[in-house]
Nanobody
Framework: QVQLVESGGGLVQAGGSLRLSCAAS????????MRWYRQAPGKERDVVAG???????NYADDVNGRFTISRDNAKNTMYLQMNSLKPEDTGVYLC?????????????WGQGTQVTVSS
């Protein structure tokens, strides 16, 4: 089992930057995948970026080139550096981890951190 706690959200003007953190309660070395999701008001929860245990990354088309996902195994933390923010990036950003379990895999979620981008 793993608990995830996000931080770093806030209010920022369009064009600004924020760095989100997702701190895990245990080592993330063996976590298969970690992802950031965004949930905007009235919309579905969409994946923003993901990173595998071997460091491979992928991004949603609308953030590619502006956001960077990374993980620091020594600090048990995943990050999302968000640059050139747009109002449409507004939403609650949630951290997700997929780990091996006795039944195959298990998925864990954090509580989320609010990001608001003003125009």
């Amino acid at each position: 089992q793993v608990q995830l706690v996000e931080s770093g959200g806030g209010l920022v003007q369009a064009g600004g930057s924020l760095r989100l953190s997702c701190a895990a309660s245990r080592s993330i070395v063996s976590i298969l995948f970690m992802r950031w999701y965004r949930q905007a008001p009235g919309k579905e929860r969409d994946v923003v970026a993901g990173i595998s245990s071997d460091g491979r990354t992928n991004y949603a088309d609308d953030v590619n080139g502006r956001f960077t996902i990374s993980r620091d195994n020594a600090k048990n933390t995943m990050y999302l550096q968000m640059n050139s923010l747009k109002p449409e990036d507004t939403g609650v950003y949630l951290c997700n981890a997929v780990v091996r379990s006795s039944k195959g895999t298990a998925t864990y979620w954090g509580q989320g951190t609010q990001v608001t981008v003003s125009s």
